[in-house]
């Protein structure tokens, strides 16, 4: 009979089409990821604190990452901002759109800034920050080598 199943016979899936299916969806959740990574500047020499303590893990909202280099110079995503305060004050209105209204939510600065650094321009940082209505911080420091935010 050719319509009967012989006890040799097993019927084997095809798996081409699912590997490549998981093929593709590997490589499409490759690209559209979006790394942290770009958002800190390998350049910092960042200072070392004994006291240092992580951030709290449990916060919720946004964060804006700043690096200040050593000559006085503001990165954010490797690209150099020359204009502080309109640049700050763009992003806390972008950032609080952000965050839900109602909620306990904010906005948190952090600072990654090189221990070379003068005070006062981190100073006048942190006071463009605060005239743009970002005033939670934190900031990046290494502890025993490791980096550390707090």
């Not at 995503?77 to 209204?101: R, V």
């Not at 920050?129 to 990046?140: P, T, V």
Request: charged share 25%; with cysteine; hydrophobic share 45%.
């Amino acid at each position: 009979m050719s319509g009967s199943v012989h006890a040799g016979d097993r019927a084997e899936p095809n798996l081409t089409p699912i590997l490549d299916m998981v093929f593709q969806l590997i490589t499409f959740f490759m690209l559209v990821i979006s790394f942290k990574a770009t958002d800190f500047d390998k350049a910092l020499v960042l200072p070392v604190v004994g006291s240092a303590a992580p951030a709290d893990a449990d916060a919720t909202g946004e964060y804006l990452i700043l690096n200040l280099r050593s000559g006085g110079k503001l990165f954010v995503q490797g690209k150099e901002e020359p204009n502080i305060e309109g640049f700050l004050n763009f992003e806390a209105q972008k950032l609080k759109k952000q965050l839900k209204p109602d909620s306990d939510q904010y906005v948190t600065v952090v600072i990654r800034a090189d221990r070379s650094l003068r005070c006062e321009f981190l100073m006048r940082v942190i006071n463009a920050c605060k005239r743009s209505g970002l005033d939670r911080f934190d900031f990046m420091v290494l502890r025993g080598g490791q980096q550390q935010s707090g």
